[in-house]
């Protein structure tokens, strides 16, 4: 069974976003997503400064089974990579939402608002348990 944080929003694509400071939001995948992928051997990220929008893709995650892309939970802009990524792509397996965190984003608009369109974590385990 995947773990899924209690305290974080999560989309149909198996995204979690958590709040930050402000209007800042960190992005990574779920537990349930990294298992489903196998192991992950790259990670595309986008640019610093890149503008992204909510379920528009803004990178992709390659396993040895596939490529996936990572799509945004919320719009605004990027302000922080997780670089490790590049040299570690395998972080995202073993702390999917710890140290294998994607990308940070400072929301256009209320970041309260973008995060409460977004799944609850009982909804997002009814939607994986209904994958199951």
Avoid: C
């Avoid at 349930?32 to 790259?42: M, N, P, T």
């Avoid at 996936?68 to 990579?81: Q, Y």
């Avoid at 395998?90 to 702390?95: A, K, Y």
């Avoid at 400072?106 to 970041?111: K, L, Q, R, T």
């Amino acid at each position: 069974m995947s773990r899924i944080q209690p305290d974080l929003r999560y989309t149909e694509e198996h995204e979690w976003a958590e709040k930050g400071e402000g209007q800042s939001v960190k992005i990574g995948i779920t537990d349930f997503a990294q298992q489903e992928l196998g192991d992950i051997v790259f990670v595309e990220l986008p640019s610093l400064g890149a503008k992204v929008a909510a379920g528009e893709s803004l990178g992709t995650i390659e396993s040895v089974k596939t490529v996936s892309d990572l799509f945004s939970p919320v719009s605004g802009t990027v302000t922080a990579v997780n670089d490790k990524l590049l040299d570690s792509p395998e972080l995202v397996n073993g702390e999917p939402y710890g140290a294998g965190w994607v990308v940070e984003v400072e929301v256009a608009g209320d970041a309260d608002e973008a995060l409460a369109s977004l799944l609850t974590a009982e909804a997002y385990r009814r939607l994986t348990d209904s994958l199951a």
